[in-house]
């Protein structure tokens, strides 16, 4: 049946996974926290994990899931056991994304795609040290960003769409930029909670949305 084949497989999940993102951003405006806060804030890419791994049929599909899943998990330990341990979780899931989107590589690419793949990571490094240094320890996040901005150039350079893995790869990034921007004081964090969190989960949504339907589609092939 039609629900039970392609990237439609527990569509159900897929649709809790964008009530559960898109939803949370009440608790970003509402400064809200607490155990039953950081739920809701896994809840999203929480259920995108699931989602995917309903719909892996091999290396690949599971792949994507096993990232996502670290990413939930770093969405949770951020607020439940702090800072560190939740990017210990993010790291894991961007090198398995790495490994995910390297042997997954475009068979062609423009002049213009290659160049911002190669300038991705230098760029990011410059970005955050501009915003961070000499703070005491700035180098820790341009050490995490890193890892970031490896995984959103592989996503670009990879065979995934470009117009939404791709994408998805550098709106995550962004995401963190504008992080460390408000923690640096580039800009107000007033400005930045209304752009961290959208552009956070829409980019982990469209990462999953271009991975699973492609190997789904391919699937049905």
């Given at each position: ?36 806060i950081w ?34 998990l770093g ?147």
């Open positions: 049946m039609a629900a039970e084949q392609g990237w439609d497989r527990a569509r159900w999940l897929w649709l809790a996974a964008l009530a559960g993102g898109a939803s949370f951003m009440v608790a970003v405006a509402q400064w809200l926290d607490g155990p039953a739920a809701w804030k896994t809840s999203g890419v929480g259920f995108l994990a699931l989602w995917a791994a309903a719909n892996a049929r091999e290396r690949n599909g599971w792949l994507i899931a096993a990232a996502l899943g670290f990413g939930a969405d949770w330990m951020l607020d439940a056991k702090g800072l560190e341990t939740g990017a210990v979780a993010f790291v894991a899931g961007h090198v398995i994304a790495i490994t995910l989107y390297l042997t997954n590589r475009r068979a062609q690419m423009t002049p213009s795609q290659r160049l911002l793949g190669w300038l991705t990571m230098p760029a990011t490094l410059v970005i955050v040290w501009a915003m961070l240094s000499p703070a005491p320890g700035w180098w820790h996040a341009a050490a995490y960003s890193l890892f970031v901005a490896a995984m959103a150039a592989a996503a670009w350079t990879s065979r995934f769409p470009r117009y939404r893995t791709g994408i998805g790869a550098m709106a995550f990034l962004a995401s963190d930029l504008f992080i460390f921007a408000g923690e640096g004081g580039t800009l107000s964090k007033n400005v930045t909670m209304w752009l961290v969190w959208p552009l956070y989960f829409g980019g982990q949504a469209l990462i999953a949305w271009g991975v699973v339907n492609t190997l789904a589609k391919e699937a049905r092939a």
